[in-house]
């Protein structure tokens, strides 16, 4: 079974930094397309960034382009998401997920099989 754990949500000013982590367990990762996802209160969820284990191909939202890295340690099976530059609209719960079949964007949540628990991301003005 795949389990994700994030950390490293919290409070932060604008214009600050934070670094997400997802650990992820249970499986060989090196075929799975990681993505990180976000929900602010009200609003559907909605992807963020993306890469896969096995290549460096990366991929983002245009609203965290330029700002936001998605990276990965392969020993440590752990993904992160580094966010400079934060604005009050990035506050939102933050989500890692995982797939292993096909997709042709894997833009969607519904593109994604595991999910991790989320961790709060707080920008204030």
Not at 6 to 26: D, F, I, N
Not at 27 to 52: C, D, H, I, L
């Amino acid at each position: 079974q795949v389990q994700l754990v994030e950390s490293g949500g919290g409070l932060v000013q604008a214009g600050g930094s934070l670094r997400l982590s997802c650990a992820a367990s249970g499986r060989t990762f090196g075929s799975y397309v990681m993505g990180w996802f976000r929900q602010a209160p009200g609003k559907e969820r909605e992807f963020v960034a993306r890469m896969s284990w096995s290549v460096s191909s990366t991929y983002y939202a245009d609203s965290v382009k330029g700002r936001f890295t998605i990276s990965r340690d392969n020993a440590k099976n752990t993904v992160y998401l580094q966010m400079n530059s934060l604005k009050p609209e990035d506050t939102a719960v933050y989500y890692c997920a995982a797939v292993q079949r096909y997709s042709s964007s894997y833009y969607s949540d519904h593109d994604y099989d595991y999910w991790g628990q989320g961790t709060q991301v707080t920008v204030s003005s």
